[in-house]
C-alpha cells in the first residue's frame, strides 16, 4: 500500500533535521578553522533547528 502523503512529508522534514542536526554544524565549523564564538553560535543554531525539524516530522505522522 501506498504511503500517504503525510507520511512522505513526516519523513523528509526528518530526512532533513538529521542533515541539519549532524552535518550542517560540522560543516560549519570545520569550514571556520578557529571555531569563533560566533562559528559555534551559528552551530548550535543550525542544530536546533535540526532538532525542530525532526519534531515537526514526529509530530506530523503522528497526526492522522
Do not use: C, N, Q, S
Request: proline letters at 2%; zero cysteines.
Amino acid at each position: 500500500m501506498a504511503k500517504k502523503r503525510y507520511e512522505l512529508w513526516a519523513e523528509a522534514l526528518r530526512d532533513i533535521g538529521i542533515l541539519f542536526f549532524v552535518f550542517a554544524p560540522l560543516d560549519t565549523l570545520l569550514r571556520a578553522g578557529h571555531g569563533t564564538a560566533v562559528d559555534w553560535i551559528v552551530a548550535a543554531g543550525i542544530a536546533i533547528i535540526g532538532l525542530l525539524l525532526i519534531e515537526v516530522g514526529i509530530w506530523v505522522e503522528r497526526e492522522k
